[in-house]
């Protein structure tokens, strides 16, 4: 009797473990970001906080991969970066502004690190000096 419900409370775990985890893919992404209006509520460049330079702008991520934000557009699109860092994610974010002010500090391609249908949290890791950056979107 005792091997019976060892046996139930493993299964139980697991099962809760298996669907607590939720897998971050492309459809799910390109579905949330493009439902509503965003505002980037942390902005970390290497340690320092820079989210007060994006407090004025609203952004809207379109279905045909155009974002907005205030008078200003470019370019995003989520894609599968093929990692094997066993991470939650291995989901990329990409964004791009050919603009010269705060929002080309946005362009790059992001992993996401976790997402909600109201929450998008994002980090990169620097090629050249190894700094992490941080950047979250949350729906207005």
């Known amino acids: 009797m005792k091997r019976v419900g060892f046996l139930a409370v493993v299964v139980a775990v697991g099962s809760m473990s298996l669907f607590s985890c939720k897998k971050v893919t492309t459809?799910?992404?390109?579905?949330?970001?493009?439902?509503?209006?965003?505002e980037i509520t942390k902005y970390s460049d290497d340690?320092?906080?820079?989210?007060?330079?994006?407090?004025?702008?609203?952004?809207?991520?379109?279905?045909n991969g155009t974002v907005s934000a205030g008078n200003f557009s470019?370019?995003?699109?989520?894609?599968?970066?093929?990692?094997?860092d066993d991470s939650?994610?291995?989901?990329?974010?990409?964004?791009?502004?050919?603009v010269l002010n705060d929002l080309d500090e946005l362009t790059d391609d992001w992993e996401i690190k976790s997402q909600t249908k109201d929450?998008?949290?994002?980090?990169?890791?620097?090629?050249?000096?190894?700094?992490?950056?941080?950047l979250t979107f949350e729906k207005k």
């Open 74 to 84: 470019g370019t995003w699109s989520t894609s599968e970066d093929n990692s094997n």
């Open 27 to 38: 459809k799910k992404a390109d579905k949330y970001m493009s439902d509503g209006t965003w």
């Open 47 to 63: 340690g320092v906080d820079e989210t007060a330079q994006f407090s004025t702008y609203t952004f809207t991520f379109d279905s």
């Open 88 to 98: 939650n994610s291995d989901v990329d974010f990409n964004i791009a502004f050919a």
């Open 119 to 134: 929450k998008l949290e994002l980090q990169d890791i620097s090629g050249g000096n190894g700094g992490t950056d941080y």
